[in-house]
């Protein structure tokens, strides 16, 4: 199985993001979710799935963010278009991302909080990490399940998966002083509560990418390479 993820400069495209502009927010938050190209669902597939992570905020908060999680997704789908998340265009359910937590202030709207929330690096450029499973069954999950529910379920019904670490830039948000101000306060207190808190998740191994010669800079995942990275380094180990 493969995925595809366009960037420009080798980065996730402005508008997905923390510099996306304000009709693409919600109350702050970066609500556009961008569009994946899937290739070489095997045979015998029943749904599709997906994560979107930050394993980069380990060491600013001691913990993976969540910024996407869907499931349920119709086998045959090609493409998750732009904006699926938001839209309801792709049928699929939704799971919680890290924004619901008291770490991140609380939020409640399922608008924000069961959906795609955009990358939102505080300190640096970090790479997130997409992953897409194949699975032979329908998940059962409700909206706003969470991660580990997600991945309990998955156990024993991974058929192939393909990763792609999309890099999202750190530089100055767009807007007024007041606002960039008032963005990067927030951003700080948010990993500022989130080392006080006891809320580490246990490091996944990132899987590595191909980049596919083109136009624009477009991430290939594939999911075969993906495995044979993955028993490399994990060979001699539990993995988790």
């Known amino acids: 199985m493969r995925i595809f993820v ?67 997704i119709a086998p045959d789908t090609t493409l998750v278009p732009e904006n699926a998340s938001a839209s309801g265009e792709l049928a699929c ?19 924000i909080i ?9 300190d640096k450029t970090h790479d997130y990490t997409l992953t897409v499973y194949a699975l032979d069954c329908e998940l059962g999950l409700s909206e706003g399940y969470f991660l580990n529910e997600f991945r309990r379920a998955v156990r024993g ?3 192939d998966e393909a990763s792609l670490e999309l890099p999202a830039a750190h530089r100055e948000a767009r807007g ?3 606002h960039r101000a008032s963005a990067r306060t927030y951003i700080c ?18 899987d590595r990418i191909l980049l596919r010669a083109s136009a624009k800079p477009v991430l290939e995942g594939d999911g075969r ?14 993995g988790v």
Do not use: M
């Open 6 to 72: 366009g960037l420009d400069n080798g980065l996730l495209p402005d508008r997905f993001g923390k510099h996306a502009p304000e009709a693409y927010q919600l109350d702050g938050h970066p609500v556009r979710s961008f569009p994946i190209e899937i290739a070489d669902v095997p045979e015998g597939a029943r749904t599709l799935a997906l994560t979107f992570l930050d394993y980069d905020a380990v060491p600013v908060g001691g913990f993976c963010w969540i910024h996407w999680l869907a499931c349920d």
């Open 93 to 111: 359910v939704q799971g919680s991302n890290s924004d619901w937590s008291p770490l991140a202030g609380s939020h409640t709207d399922p608008r």
């Open 114 to 122: 069961h959906r795609y929330a955009g990358p939102y690096p505080p």
């Open 157 to 159: 019904h991974v058929l």
């Open 176 to 178: 007024s002083r007041s």
């Open 189 to 206: 207190s948010r990993f500022a509560r989130a080392r006080a808190g006891n809320h580490a998740f246990s490091e996944i191994a990132r």
């Open 225 to 238: 390479a993906v495995r044979r990275a993955r028993a490399a380094r994990h060979r001699g180990t539990h």
